[in-house]
């Protein structure tokens, strides 16, 4: 991916400021299976973590995926990526990723109603999405 194009500017200001993002998988029939996910951008790859859900199946099976923010209010600032995910276990969770936690304690505690352990202990695989390409309008 370049970052340093017009297109690639607007995607990476998404990655460091947006909470949310869509990770579409494919099912084994081909289908899109989109998730709504929290994310961490380590500045190589969009880190996600997941409960052991058929988003893993459906990587570990055909790890093309895409990536899209949320548009505004009238159709516009759309950002879409596409990339390869892959499931690192060997990953630090969670819970030892002080940035992650930083970002999303208020939602893991409040919104979630648990603790940050009980998330890493639930949401236990990291998914690492490397951006490929990707549009921005």
Known sequence: MNW???VGRRLLERLESDRLVWLTTTDD???????LVWFWWTG???????ADTPKI???ERSPTVALNFNSDEQGGSVGVMVGRARIDRSHPGAADHPEYVAKYRRAIEEGLGTTVEGFSAT??????VSPSGGRAW
């Open 4 to 6: 340093n194009t017009d």
């Open 29 to 35: 029939s081909g289908s899109p299976q989109p998730s």
């Open 44 to 50: 190589d790859d969009v880190l996600v973590y997941s």
């Open 57 to 59: 199946v459906n990587i």
């Open 123 to 128: 949401y236990s695989v990291p998914i690492l």
